[in-house]
C-alpha cells in the first residue's frame, strides 16, 4: 500500500492550496481518508476527514471554513484545499487511510490510522 501526497512547497499567505493524495494497493473506496498535520515538537493532528463514500466529513474546529476535504474514488485520490493560507498552516501534512465506517471512531481514535503517506511539507512565508 503506498499514499503519496503532492501539492506541498513554500507559498504566500493569504493564498490557496490543494494538496493531493494518490492512493494504491488498497481498495480506496473502502477506507476513510484524513489529513494530519505535524510542526516540530507536537503531535501529529488530525486536520479533516472524509467517509470512504464522500458523504460525511470532519473538520478540526479551528480550522472549519478554510479547509476542505474531498476525494475522488474513481482516481483513488483524496485532497485538501486550503484557503487564506497563514503562516501557522506551516507544518508537515500527512495522508492516512482508516477503514473506519464512521468518523466519530476516528476522531475518537485519530492515531489509529491503517496507511501513512510520507508526508508533504507546506511552508507560508508572511
Known amino acids: 500500500v503506498l499514499l503519496v501526497e503532492s501539492g506541498g512547497g513554500l507559498v504566500q499567505a493569504g493564498g490557496p492550496l490543494r494538496l493531493s493524495c494518490v492512493a494504491s494497493g488498497l481498495s480506496f473506496d473502502a477506507y476513510a481518508m484524513g489529513w494530519f498535520r505535524q510542526t516540530p515538537g507536537k503531535e501529529r493532528e488530525l486536520v479533516a476527514a472524509?467517509?470512504?463514500?464522500?458523504?460525511?466529513?470532519y473538520y478540526a474546529d479551528s480550522e472549519k471554513g478554510r479547509f476542505t476535504i474531498s476525494r475522488d474514488n474513481a482516481k483513488n485520490t483524496a485532497y485538501l484545499q486550503i484557503n487564506s493560507l497563514k503562516p501557522e498552516d506551516t507544518a508537515t501534512y500527512y495522508c492516512?487511510?482508516?477503514?473506519?465506517?464512521?468518523?466519530?471512531?476516528?476522531?475518537?481514535?485519530?492515531?489509529?490510522?491503517?496507511?501513512w503517506g510520507q508526508g508533504t511539507q507546506v511552508t507560508v512565508s508572511s
Open positions: 472524509i467517509t470512504y463514500s464522500g458523504s460525511n466529513t
Open positions: 492516512a487511510a482508516r477503514a473506519a465506517l464512521q468518523l466519530e471512531l476516528w476522531v475518537s481514535s485519530p492515531g489509529i490510522v491503517d496507511y
